[in-house]
């Protein structure tokens, strides 16, 4: 497919047959069909084959990392470096020798059809190649004029040299050019032909960028499991799981299927599921997810879900039905050139036609229709948007965003609400001790002490509470013992100390009375609660939590000044959600989501007339950030967020949030801008051409300078800078 206008073709096509609901992607050059199973895939590839493409049928089992997708850029890269190489030797050879006989040698002419041949017939071979297809289909498309144009002014070259002529060239404004001034036109067929391939290659690398959302999804699950029957284990491929079926999951390993814990207990892993930074504790009769991994302890789960079952098949089942969606919108070149290419076609055979008709000769006649048809190439429509992507693309880089193709910047210039995941996106994802309490004792005591038991162990709330007391030296800790699921206990200085949850303390039958308020505030407050006894008596404990970017507030208000609403979007307790919304001023708070859930919260938004960006870091994120409008990865996300994103931020303070979107609205900005400006040169330009105004060397002129007009306004963007736009805080 070359452009937007080939998948819906193809689409069309698809939705022909009984029974099919297709939807066409041409960024990631898939189909999502729905239909009767029984014959569908051989129906569908037919069907596409018969439209003048090719399609194969995906293998969700093969090896995610393979493609069956050719490399499209290293063909692109030979036609450019091939017309580049004859472009210039060539520009020079025909403009100098044909406006300056005296220079000229024998054959000079031939010399220069040698050198373009090779660029009009293989150079070009892609617009030559999309224009049959399409003749043959009865469409036109943007290639057709390129093809036409590029064929026309060659083939008039080589016909004019063969005939020869004894009249003076063309009228330049202040005199004629000699005779055979009509070669020059070689040039103008190579110089659209690299100019124009340039911009496909520049459209190429963005489509490739978007990557795949299946397949990085895939690549979490589980590929083994370790299968109990009979007692016995033996690791087998997950295929082989069966619903009912019991696994062993030692620490480290992927849980291999949702179920529910039969034996044993451990930390669990969920920050790629959940968002959550905490491990959860599981033991008999808990629930697990697959693709999450344990920690800490060895586990026995009954498979539930399997396969295409789990939560995170049904994830990317949802992500790539989100990206298909998007692929629905056409992009305003396509529904510009669907009108222009058969009109401007009409007007250069009209052109033809009228001067034959009205008596001029067929010389005036074939140059003024040739002119209409390079005045009409639309090498300025074609560069408008890549080489404005191209540009802002690198200026988004040099402020650290990631822009992955057009589809980014049409939505950015349409959103009104920006909703933001909290685990890991407003907050560092690390958790931390925020509060320290004691009871009959100083906290400096109780820290002491907890950190002494913690310092051996693993766990990230351990870590956190010794980060706590810092450098200074610990005392010894002696028969220390890691209570899976509640804590941990050893002694120090001769006391017999607990450091873990409540139901550790309401296990070990130790009081917390003395604690009913800290204890009460910090479960209101959606906190994790760390409890601290000695010798059977509660002498302390510690809140800890996820604490927020520095740079969080500063980001939502300035997303608020862009006219932004904002919603903070989160698994955890409402409590916890409010306290963080108030903390940086969202407009919205909504708390308790499952990763399933996002998707729905984000239609349910987008149902009520908003237009929705999603800004979000995890895996439970990737479904979301593909259904928004325009979905934006922070760089400490995981890998399958940022495929599953539009946008991907690498700086690290969340100011690049609202950098990113203005960015992205003024490159939309500058590519509307150089659309209006192409549009109304060639409306401008093609009726001069078709009364003989233009003939075809000012025509060919008059392009290049179109093109060099939209891609200097889009070189405009390599200063822009949010700061002098008053756009960003530090």
């Not at 029957?229 to 849980?255: H, K, N, Y």
């Not at 009108?339 to 007007?347: D, S």
Request: charged fraction near 20%; glycine fraction near 12%; aromatic fraction near 4%.
């Amino acid at each position: 497919m070359t452009c937007s206008a080939c998948a819906n073709r193809i689409e069309r096509k698809l939705n022909k047959l009984e029974g099919v609901s297709a939807v066409v992607n041409y960024a990631t050059e898939r189909a999502v069909l729905s239909g009767p199973a029984d014959g569908l895939d051989e129906r569908v590839v037919q069907a596409v084959r018969a439209a003048g493409y090719d399609a194969t049928v995906v293998d969700r089992d093969a090896d995610p990392d393979d493609t069956s997708h050719p490399d499209r850029l290293a063909p692109l890269r030979r036609r450019i470096a091939l017309g580049a190489v004859t472009t210039v030797p060539l520009g020079s050879l025909t403009i100098i020798l044909a406006l300056v006989p005296e220079l000229r040698f024998p054959g000079w002419e031939w010399l220069a059809v040698a050198l373009a041949t090779p660029t009009v017939l293989w150079g070009a071979w892609p617009f030559h190649r999309a224009t049959l297809r399409n003749l043959r289909h009865g469409s036109f498309s943007m290639d057709t004029l390129v093809s036409l144009g590029v064929v026309s002014a060659y083939l008039w070259s080589v016909l004019a040299i063969v005939l020869g002529s004894d009249e003076p060239g063309y009228w330049l404004g202040y005199g004629v050019t000699p005779e055979g001034a009509d070669a020059i036109y070689l040039e103008v067929a190579t110089a659209v032909t690299t100019f124009l391939l340039t911009g496909r290659y520049v459209e190429a690398r963005s489509r490739r960028a978007a990557g795949d959302v299946l397949g990085a999804l895939n690549q979490l699950a589980a590929t083994t499991v370790r299968v109990v029957r009979d007692g016995v284990e033996s690791v087998e491929p997950v295929s082989a799981l069966a619903r009912g079926d019991e696994f062993a999951v030692r620490p480290g390993e992927t849980i291999a299927a949702d179920g529910v814990v039969t034996a044993g207990a451990s930390g669990v892993d969920t920050s790629m599921m959940t968002g959550e930074p905490a491990p959860a504790e599981v033991a008999a009769g808990d629930r697990v997810l697959g693709g999450t991994i344990a920690l800490s302890g060895r586990l026995v789960v009954r498979a539930e879900r399997v396969g295409a079952g789990t939560q995170l098949a049904q994830m990317a089942t949802m992500a790539e039905q989100a990206q298909a969606r998007k692929a629905r919108v056409q992009t305003l070149v396509d529904r510009v050139v669907a009108v222009f290419v058969p009109v401007a076609l009409g007007i250069a055979v009209l052109t033809l036609a009228g001067w034959l008709l009205a008596g001029g000769g067929v010389r005036d006649a074939f140059n003024a229709a040739v002119s209409v048809l390079i005045i009409a190439c639309p090498c300025a429509m074609g560069l408008a948007t890549p080489t404005a992507l191209m540009v802002g693309v690198g200026r988004a880089g040099q402020l650290g965003i990631v822009i992955k193709g057009p589809a980014a910047l049409e939505s950015s210039g349409a959103i009104d609400t920006v909703v933001l995941d909290k685990t890991g996106t407003l907050t560092t994802g690390e958790m931390q001790v925020v509060g320290v309490h004691a009871c009959g004792s100083d906290t400096e005591e109780v820290l002491r002490i907890a950190a002494a038991v913690e310092q051996h162990s693993e766990h990230p709330i351990g870590r956190a509470v010794v980060h706590r007391w810092g450098a200074e030296p610990l005392p010894g800790a002696d028969d220390f013992t890691a209570l899976g699921g509640l804590g941990a206990r050893a002694r120090v200085g001769g006391r017999d100390v607990l450091v873990g949850n409540r139901a550790l303390m309401e296990r070990e039958q130790v009081s917390l009375s003395p604690a009913d308020d800290w204890v009460a505030a910090a479960a209101e407050a959606g906190r994790t609660l760390v409890l601290v006894a000695a010798d059977g008596r509660l002498v302390g404990g510690f809140e800890l939590a996820d604490t927020l970017k520095d740079s969080a507030a500063g980001a939502v208000a300035r997303l608020k000044g862009l006219g932004l609403r904002t919603v903070l979007l989160t698994g955890d307790a409402p409590a916890a959600a409010e306290q963080v919304g108030a903390a940086i001023g969202v407009d919205e708070v909504v708390a308790g989501v499952l990763p399933t859930e996002k998707v729905a919260h984000v239609e349910r938004l987008q149902s009520g007339g908003r237009r929705v960006a999603m800004v979000g870091d995890g895996i439970n994120d990737a479904a979301a950030l593909a259904t928004a409008g325009l979905g934006l990865a922070v760089v400490s996300g995981t890998d399958i967020a940022m495929k599953s994103a539009d946008m991907i931020l690498v700086r690290p303070s969340l100011g690049v949030v609202p950098d990113a979107i203005a960015l992205a609205r003024r490159t939309l900005g500058t590519i509307r801008g150089n659309l209006v400006w192409a549009f109304a040169y060639n409306v401008a330009a093609i009726p001069l051409a078709a009364f003989g105004l233009l003939n075809p060397l000012i025509a060919g002129l008059a392009m290049s300078l179109s093109s060099l007009f939209v891609v200097g306004n889009s070189l405009r963007l390599r200063g822009y800078d949010p700061a002098r736009a008053g756009l960003r805080t530090r």
